[in-house]
């Protein structure tokens, strides 16, 4: 099946991610998609080569990640989508300070 479900890169509302075959977002299989949480983590992989799929990821972890209170996460994957959101915040976050950089 060609995973073109996630190509949409439009404005999204990133704090409403919905993990449902067919839904709309960078969390969502395509429609029709029948695959169980390897096949789910294993889609995920291949989306964040995708350069607008992975800022679409990144964001969302980075929204996730600063207030996890106005995220919501829901569908059959939602465990294991919150598991990718909490994976990719340390590559995006690792040896970033809170402090200003001094020029």
């Known amino acids: 099946m060609k995973d073109i479900a996630y190509k949409c890169y439009?404005?999204?509302?990133?704090?409403?991610?919905?993990?449902t075959p067919g839904g709309y977002g960078p969390l969502?299989?395509?429609?029709?998609?029948?695959g169980d949480k390897?096949?789910?983590?294993?889609?995920m992989r291949c989306r964040y080569k995708d350069m607008?799929?992975?800022?679409?990821?990144?964001?969302?972890?980075?929204?996730?990640a600063g207030s996890p209170d106005i995220v919501s996460v829901t569908g059959p994957f939602s465990d294991a989508a919150?598991?990718?959101?909490?994976?990719?915040?340390?590559?995006?976050?690792?040896?970033?300070?809170?402090?200003?950089?001094?020029?």
């Open 10 to 19: 439009g404005v999204i509302d990133l704090s409403k991610l919905d993990t």
């Open 28 to 34: 969502a299989p395509p429609a029709g998609w029948t």
């Open 38 to 43: 390897q096949a789910y983590l294993h889609l």
């Open 52 to 64: 607008g799929a992975r800022q679409h990821l990144l964001f969302a972890a980075r929204l996730y």
């Open 82 to 103: 919150l598991a990718v959101l909490n994976g990719l915040r340390p590559l995006r976050f690792e040896g970033m300070s809170s402090k200003p950089a001094k020029g």
